[in-house]
């Protein structure tokens, strides 16, 4: 279990603030200065700094705010396995951006849970920033993202590669003939929200070539993958998005691949947790069961 005073930190780290991290926390705001102060006695460095009035952490504090998050969420786990060796049920907590929780999920949790079944399931969907975040405050174990990270806070294993694609209606008009990334300018791109995983890789393409979202002519931003597929059937514009989420509408003839010169981009869906862990085996035990491809 965590010293008291190693979440006190943490919350302060949350959220830059001790008047904040106090209220949260239901202590007295010198009673969180203390906390701090007896810590850095403890590691004899300092750990915050002001500029001006900006409260910032100092190198010291950003290591020891890295490895607290990750001995947090390995006492939670821990709090968990050992109740699941006294006859409680086991858990399984994650979670997974949109695409990767609605099309690649339900079937390998089904082949989990077939080999497990007294397991408690609770699967997270949300963008990568938030997956991250739930991962960090310890309330989620591990996610599958297909949206960038920092790869010094987290290890990973690639769970897939999947194309991306630009689709269309069957019978979609284009404004322009159509051959290159270019010509779908003049298009409306019908996208995700800012910080989903498909709307990061999209936008990550895009700056390879120069380009920007904010380049076609006109845009509909929309936080369901299910909604733009629906208006990207019915003609109302192109989007961009993994071959998996659009293989059913692919099959059936309602989305067509818009075909276009070097356009040829995968990315892959990554299992990540904590880095540094304590239980690493656990989460490439996991990685294998939910059907992960063979490390790389």
Known sequence: MLDFRMDTFLTVCRYMNFTRAAEELHITQPGVSKHIRQLEEVYQVRLFTYEGKKLQLTEAGRVLRD???????DDLYLQGLLRHLDGQKKELRFGATLTVGTHVMPEALSRYLARHPDTQVKMEVANTRDLLRQIDE???????????????????????????????????????????????????????????????????????????????????????????????????????????????????????????????????????????????????????????????
Request: proline share 4%; net charge negative.
């Open 138 to 296: 310890g309330s989620l174990d591990f996610a599958i993202v297909e949206g960038f990270f920092e790869k010094s806070r987290y290890e990973s294993l690639p769970y897939s590669t999947e194309p991306f694609l630009a689709v269309c209606a069957s019978d979609y008009r284009f404004r322009d003939p159509v051959h290159t990334l270019t010509d779908l300018l003049s298009e409306r791109l019908i996208v995700r929200e800012p910080g989903s995983g498909t709307r990061s890789i999209l936008e990550r393409y895009l700056g390879l070539h120069n380009l920007s979202v904010q380049d076609f002519r006109l845009r509909m931003e929309i936080n369901s993958l299910e909604a733009i597929k629906a208006l990207t059937v019915a003609g109302c514009g192109i989007t961009f998005l993994y071959e998996a989420a659009a293989r059913q509408e692919l099959t059936n003839g309602s989305l067509r691949a818009v075909p276009l010169e070097n356009f040829r981009y995968a990315h892959d869906f990554t299992f990540i947790w904590r880095k540094n862990s304590v239980f690493p085996e656990h989460y490439r035990s996991l990685f294998h069961e939910l059907g992960g491809e063979m490390e790389k």
């Open 67 to 73: 490895a607290a998050v990750t001995m947090k969420h």
